[in-house]
Each structure stands twice: as C-alpha cells, then as structure tokens.
C-alpha cells in the first residue's frame, strides 16, 4: 500500500484538488437529499440512516470511497444554518471566504504554542488580536473621557502593547468567559461574581471550576440586569466583586444597561466583566454600535466572530483594556518557550491561552475582515437586525400570533396566540421531527416562546413568512 500524500509541501495542493472535488460533490449530494434546515425523522431515524452509511466506523481495511461517503452523510444530516428555515440558535452559516481560509489552515498545520511552529500565523495573531482589542476598547491615539483608568502593560509578539487593550483568541463564549473570571480572581486574590439572572450559564460554571464562591444572582425581570438590585447588591456585598454584564442574552438577544452598571462599578469599585459573545458583532455596524454604549469601560469582553461574524466555528475572544492583566497566564515549558529564545526575541505564545495545542483560528478572521473590511461585516449585521424587525413586524400584524417584543438585535420571540406551554413545545418539536424549520425556545415572563434566531443575511422576506405558515399550520386549533 503507497503512503497516502501529505495535504502541504510541495505536492500538498496537487494532492488536494482531486479530493475537494470529491468533498464538494458529496456536499451537494447530501443537501440534495436532506432537502431542508434538517433531516427528516426525529433522532432515532437520523441515527439509523447514519449507521447504515457509515457502517463499521473502525475496518480492518480502508475504503477509497470513504471520503465521500462519510461527507455525504453529514451533509445529508446537518441542521444547516445556511438554510433561511434554520434559525434556532446562535449558529452563524459561515461565509466562503472564512472557510477558504479555515482549509488553508488545516492543510498549513500551524500549532500556536510555540513561534517555532507558528512563525507567520503568530504575527497574524499578535496583529489582528490587537487590532480587535482597538475596535472595543478605542485607538490607542485617542483618550477615553469616560474611563481613565487604562494602565501600560506588555504582552504578544510585537512587543510593549497600548494600554487600549489586548485580546486573545479562544474557542468561544464558555472559554472566554472562564479566562475572565479566571484574570479578576488573580489580580483581585480571590473575587465573588455578580450577575444577573440572565447571565449565560458558562459564568455559573467558571466560577464553579475555579472555586469560587456561589455567584450573587440578581433579578432581570424584564430579561435585563436590573441596576438598581446590582446597586442594592454591591452596597451590601464585601471583599473583590466582579460584575457580569450581558451584551446579547441568549435567550431574547437582550442588552443591559451597560453605561449604568458601568458607572455603579466605577462607584462601588467593582472590576466589570461583559459578556458581549452575541452582541459584540454590532461594533461594525455605524448603524447599530451605540447600543454597545458603555462596552469600552469593561476590564474584559467576550466576544464570539463564530455569531454575528460569520466564521466558522470556533472563532471567540477575550478583549482586556489592562494588557498587565494577563500576566498571570505567564508559563514556561523549555521546550516551548526557553528564557534564552525570549531574551533573544523569539515570542513567547505560551501566555497565550490555557491551551498548548492551538490551530492558527485567527487566520478565517484576518482573511474575512481583510476582503470585507468593517464596512462589508458591518453591512451583514445591519441586514440580519432589519430581518428580525421584519420579523417581528409581520408577526405583530399577525392575528394568530403574539409577539414578546420588537428586537434589540436579531432575535425574536413569539408564540401561537392561546397556545399552552406544552403546545409551544410540540409544535417546534414536530417542525424539528418533519424536517420543516428549526427554531428555538425560550421562557420570559413565565411562558415559553418560540425563538428565532436570524443570522442569514440571504434571508428573503418570503423566507419569513414561510416560517410563520408552518408554525401556524402546525398549532393545533
């Protein structure tokens, strides 16, 4: 048997081409035959259809087939974010270009916890990381009159950073957050996190992995962090306090009100962390970015170009506006990151991530905002936050339908109007079984509402009012 070919080196893209044919074949197959947002059947068909095409996962002897067969299955059971009926969740459809660059990525192989594995993908990093902490936090040229509490620090492959912040990539909104929780507890020697009852479960958990004590959860009764409970709460609480903002609730795409809690913060001394994994795209947006008002006065920022950014998947960071602040990521492994290499200006990456092993997933981000530009993302925001107003628009004027409220970003509730709780479930779990729409849940106000979650900017308004014939047709009467 020959040795199969390497997917870089010389023969790497000759070696490739024949067999992205063969991929892109078995994804038009696989779309063809799922025929919607999901395949038809409920999980246990799904899973049996998987099983017969995919046999005995572990042969003795390989197949030449295997390629296609296999990406063909997946194509034919994805829900496919792509498709207009697919809109439950956080779940962008990526755009070509991102997952061009995604290939090129996994072919070049480039692992980020040495420079000597990752020379260009580093700089690549160490640029653009920056670049993202500027578009929170300001140019570095300009002064912040609302926050002057900016410290110099230095960190990443350029050398001395601005005090206008760092940012480093992550897999996403759960790791991002965990890493800020994790910066608050060591600069603070031990923190005690409060958030509202809104706040994503991932901050719940960070604070349980780090052992910290049980999170103050505050009331958000109209799905907001109520400002004057967090008030109430830092007059009373004692010892380093981190507040937990959300910029983009999961469940309604909701924002604090962010230049409040900003300002209790600044009163109370409270280090502020946001969560801005959804909401964070608006910054592109000239139209939309003023409901972010407040973000730049946060110690730390989640943000996630894996939602409103249109990456492939995992495409997250954490913005800093005190580059010192991670200093305590600080590690050395000889192997790595030997003192004589740094002194001798080979990068140090280590202090990076938590992570050793790192895939270069800065390298999509770099090549999408490089052929869009902010101007062209910002466009693509600006069209999904239109389609949820659209939404909801043709919803209100729906006699058979209730809205909860008109959007803040992209996501819109509603529900059959006089259905149950129950009801509201079944009829999103039939449409999931069918095939026909894949839409989310969630439950506000003490009632459970159907979610739609718009992120594909190829959404035509038809598109909509399909979506809400089949919830109706669907409701029982």
Known sequence: MSTPPLASGPEGPDALRPLLDTVLHALAEGTTARG????????????????????????????????????????????????????????????????????AASALNPSLDSWDQAPAASEIEALLTRALAHLVYGDPDTPHTSDARGTQGTRGTEGTRSARGDALVTTGGTESNQLALLLAREKHHGIQLVCGANAHHSLHRAA?????????????????????????????LRGPLLVAATAGTTDAGLIDPLPDIADLCATHGARLHIDAAYGGGLLFSDRHRTKLD??????????????????????????????????????????????????????????????????????????????????????????VCAHAHELADLT????????????????????????TDDTVAAVRRTLLDQGRAVLGRATLDGRRWLKATLLNPHTRPGDLATLLKLVEGHTPR
């Open 36 to 103: 919607g947002p999901l395949p038809a059947g409920g999980p246990e068909q799904v899973a049996e259809r998987l099983r017969t095409a995919l046999g005995d996962p572990l042969p003795h002897h390989g197949s030449p087939d295997a390629l296609h067969t296999v990406v063909r299955a997946l194509a034919e059971g994805p829900a496919d974010p792509a498709d207009p009926l697919c809109a439950a969740h956080l779940h962008c459809p990526p755009l070509a270009v991102a997952t061009a660059a995604d290939l």
């Open 208 to 236: 349980w992995l780090l052992g910290l004590r049980e999170p103050v959860v505050l009331p958000a009764p109209a799905g907001t962090l109520d400002a004057a409970a967090l008030d109430s709460a830092l007059s009373d």
């Open 294 to 383: 407040g973000l730049a006065r946060a110690d730390t920022v989640t943000l996630d170009l894996h939602k409103l950014g249109w990456q492939p998947v995992a495409a997250g960071l954490l913005a800093v506006r005190d580059p010192a602040d991670l200093t305590p990521l600080t590690h050395r492994a000889d192997y790595l990151n030997a003192d004589d290499d740094t002194e001798a200006g080979h990068p140090d990456l280590l202090g990076r991530s938590l992570r050793t092993t790192r895939r270069p997933d800065i390298l999509k981000i770099a090549v999408t905002l490089k052929t869009l530009g902010r101007h062209g993302i910002g466009a693509l925001v600006d069209q």
């Open 396 to 419: 209100a004027a729906h006699p058979g339908f209730e809205l909860y409220d008109h959007p803040v970003i992209s996501t819109v509730l509603f529900r059959p109007r006089g259905a």
